[in-house]
C-alpha cells in the first residue's frame, strides 16, 4: 500500500487543488455564454448605482459584473444609459371588458411597455366587474397573447362577495382585493363600516382602498356648478378624504389588518398615515406631484378631472414632503381613460379618470432631474416598494436570480409629451406639450426587450406576475 503523505506534502497539494479550482472557475465566467448583455450602462441596483454589466440567461439575471471576457447572443450597448429594475405600475384602469371603446388590455399595455413599464396591475371596475373567480379566469384569458408586459388582476369587493374573495386572492394573477369605499367610475362600493370590516376580515392578503367617504359625497354632489370643473375639489373636499381614511384605519388596526391606501391626495392624510405604518401602506401619483388646482381645471377642464381631485399646490407639496421622507411607499400611474367625447361633457357629467400609465417614467424622471426627487428614491416607488407591499416573487430590484425585467431610460435626452407619443386609445394625455428630461429608451421583460428605441420589437408575450402569497410549482 501507499505511504500516508506528510502534513507538508498534503498542504501543497491542498494549495495546489485549490488554486485549480480557483482558475477554472475564472476561466468559466470567462467563457459563460449569455443570452444577453447590458454592457457599461450606469445600473440601480440594491447597493445604489454602478456602472457594470448585466448577463442574462433565460428569463433572469444571471451575473452582475465586468463580463467584458463573456460572450452572448446579444450584446446592448448601455453606455450613457441608466438601467432601472422594470418599473411596476400597480394601479391602472384598462377597461377590458365592456369599455373597450375607450381602452383594451392591448392597447393599454402597448402604451405602458412605449413608456418604460414592464408590469402593471389592473382594477376590476370593468363591465362585468371582477368579482368572481370565472370573471377573474376571464381577464387572464383574455390577457394571454395580448398583453406585451406582465400583469396582475385585482378582484373586486362587494357587499355580496365575501365569501367568494378567499379564493379569488388564492388566484395566480391576482394581486389583490380592491374596495372602492367613495363611489368613482364603475359600480363597485363597499361605504359602510361593517362591509369594509367584512371583507378585510375574509382576507389575508393587503386590500387596496379608494378612500373617500360616500356618505359625505352624497351629502356634497349638489355643489357641484355646471360646467366648472373647479368645484370638483369643492364636492370632493379634503375632509371627505380625511373621514374616510380616519374610518379605514380605525376598522384595519381593530381587525389586525393590513391595508394599503390608493392615489392620497391631502396633506391631512399624509399626517394620520405618518404614524400608521404599522398597518397602511401609501400610494400617489404624478398627477398629484405635478399638477395643481384651480390652473389645471382652467387650463385643461375636463381632462384634469379625477377621483381623488387635483388639489391646490399645498397639497402638492406636502407629498413632495411626504415622498422624501420616506412616508410613501409606491407610486402608480391611476392609468384610466375615456374618450374626448365624453370629457367634453360639461361638468358634472364628465367622467373622471385620466391616462398616465405611459407618461409615468418621463414625468416624474423630469422631477428627478430637477431635484424634487432622487433616482433612488424613484427606483423605490416603482420596484422596490411595489415588490414589499404586494410581496412580489421575482421582480423588483435587479438581482442574480431575479427576472430580467429592466427599464432603461437615458437621462439627459430631452422630449415634449404629446398626444400623438401616448398610445392610448383614447387618444390624449393631461401632459400633452410636457417638457421633459429623461426618457425611456427600452422595456425588457424577463429578458427580452419589448419596447427598444421607441418601437414595439415584441406582442403579446406578458405573463401573470408571481406573489409569495400565491406561489404554484413551476414547470
Request: with cysteine; hydrophobic share 40%; aromatic share 6%.
Amino acid at each position: 500500500g501507499q505511504l500516508p503523505l506528510r502534513p507538508e506534502t498534503r498542504a501543497v497539494r491542498h494549495r495546489l487543488r485549490v488554486t485549480f479550482l480557483c482558475a477554472g472557475a475564472i476561466i468559466c465566467a470567462m467563457t459563460q455564454i449569455f443570452d444577453l448583455i447590458l454592457r457599461g450602462g450606469t445600473v440601480v441596483t440594491p447597493g445604489g448605482e454602478a456602472r457594470t454589466d448585466i448577463g442574462i440567461i433565460g428569463e433572469r439575471i444571471a451575473r452582475i459584473g465586468d463580463l467584458s471576457q463573456s460572450a452572448a447572443g446579444e450584446i446592448y450597448g448601455a453606455a450613457g444609459l441608466h438601467i432601472l429594475p422594470g418599473v411596476l405600475d400597480t394601479q391602472v384602469h384598462f377597461r377590458e371588458p365592456g369599455l373597450e371603446y375607450k381602452a383594451d388590455l392591448e392597447t393599454e399595455a402597448r402604451s405602458a411597455a412605449l413608456g418604460g413599464v414592464a408590469a402593471v396591475f389592473e382594477m376590476p371596475n370593468t363591465n362585468p366587474s371582477t368579482i368572481t373567480p370565472d370573471l377573474m379566469l376571464d381577464k387572464l384569458a383574455r390577457a394571454r397573447g395580448r398583453m406585451d408586459i406582465d400583469h396582475a388582476f385585482y378582484a373586486g369587493a362587494t357587499h355580496t362577495n365575501t365569501d367568494l374573495l378567499p379564493e379569488m386572492e388564492r388566484m395566480v394573477g391576482c394581486c389583490g382585493v380592491k374596495v372602492f369605499m367613495g363611489a368613482s367610475t364603475g359600480d363597485l362600493l363597499v361605504h359602510d363600516d361593517a362591509g369594509v370590516e367584512a371583507v378585510i376580515k375574509a382576507i389575508k392578503r393587503r386590500a387596496a382602498f379608494h378612500s373617500e367617504d360616500e356618505y359625505r359625497l352624497a351629502e356634497r354632489r349638489p355643489l357641484a356648478r355646471t360646467g366648472d370643473w373647479t368645484s370638483h375639489p369643492e364636492v370632493r373636499d379634503v375632509e371627505t378624504a380625511v373621514m374616510s381614511t380616519k374610518r379605514l384605519l380605525r376598522i384595519a388596526r381593530a381587525a389586525g389588518k393590513r391595508i394599503h391606501v390608493l392615489h392620497i391626495s391631502t396633506a391631512e392624510e399624509l399626517d394620520i398615515l405618518r404614524d400608521a405604518k404599522d398597518v397602511a401602506s401609501v400610494e400617489c401619483l404624478p398627477q398629484h406631484l405635478t399638477l395643481a388646482a384651480p390652473d389645471c381645471y382652467e387650463r385643461l377642464k375636463g381632462y384634469a378631472q379625477m377621483n381623488p381631485p387635483i388639489r391646490e399646490a399645498r397639497h402638492r407639496d406636502a407629498l413632495w414632503r411626504a415622498i422624501n421622507a420616506g412616508i410613501v411607499d409606491v407610486m402608480g400611474s391611476d392609468h384610466a381613460p375615456h374618450t374626448k367625447e365624453e370629457k367634453a361633457r360639461p361638468y358634472p357629467a364628465s367622467p373622471s379618470g385620466m391616462p398616465g400609465v405611459q407618461t409615468m417614467v418621463p414625468v416624474m424622471l423630469t422631477h428627478v432631474n430637477d431635484g424634487k426627487l432622487s433616482l433612488q428614491r424613484f427606483v423605490e416607488l416603482t420596484s422596490a416598494g411595489p415588490q414589499r407591499v404586494f410581496g412580489l416573487a421575482d421582480k423588483g430590484r435587479i438581482a442574480e436570480g431575479y427576472h430580467a425585467d429592466f427599464t432603461v431610460v437615458d437621462m439627459k435626452r430631452k422630449e415634449t409629451i404629446t398626444a400623438q407619443w401616448s398610445k392610448s386609445k383614447c387618444g390624449w394625455t393631461p401632459f400633452d406639450g410636457f417638457e421633459a428630461t429623461g426618457w425611456p429608451v427600452a422595456t425588457i421583460v424577463r429578458g427580452s426587450f419589448i419596447m427598444r428605441d421607441g418601437e414595439i420589437t415584441r406582442k403579446g408575450a406578458g405573463q401573470p406576475v408571481r406573489f409569495n402569497e400565491t406561489l404554484e410549482p413551476v414547470g
